[in-house]
């Protein structure tokens, strides 16, 4: 039996996600801010953090949105330097952002830092375990091993068509609520 590597299930579960209609983006743009605020009631967060969508990602703005409107603060994530934890400045639609590395828009140095209790993350593949595959670059690993005594609930933001039946854990790697 041949095992399949983290870069060949990332590649594939990508190019799914990039042949999805536009109906299907628009359907989990509607209905990720109602899922998003029944986490954060729930788990009685006060600070949420999401990412920067780039190549195709699950749009977490409108979750921020409603979060924000809810009163509760929101954030973005900085790229402090790779192989480092992210960090997190508070962020609203409509606050201005700087360019970050890989294409990413972030919170300029004048945004406070936060650490949030939710967390949604970006994610090319995951499996019904709570195991992701990011980029490869690490960040998120990185960030929620740093995060860890603090135990924020993250979240998966993704297309079931990123779906693989396992991601090939490692130590390193850390569950998130898909």
Known sequence: MT?????????????????????????????????????AKTYRSRVAAAYWPIRGEADPLPILAELGAAGLTTALPVVAGRGMPLVFRQWRPGDPLVAGPMGLKEPGAESPATEPDLLFVPLAAFDRAGHRIGYG???????????????????????????????PAQATTIRSRL
């Open 3 to 39: 095992s399949v590597t983290k870069a060949e299930l990332r590649r594939a579960a990508l190019e799914r996600r990039a042949a999805l209609p536009a109906a299907v983006r628009e359907s989990l743009i509607a209905r990720a801010p109602i899922e998003g605020a029944v986490l």
């Open 137 to 167: 670059a690490g960040f998120y690993d990185a960030t929620l091993a740093a995060l860890a005594l603090k135990r924020p609930l993250a979240v998966g933001l993704a297309f079931s068509t990123q779906e693989v039946a396992a991601v």
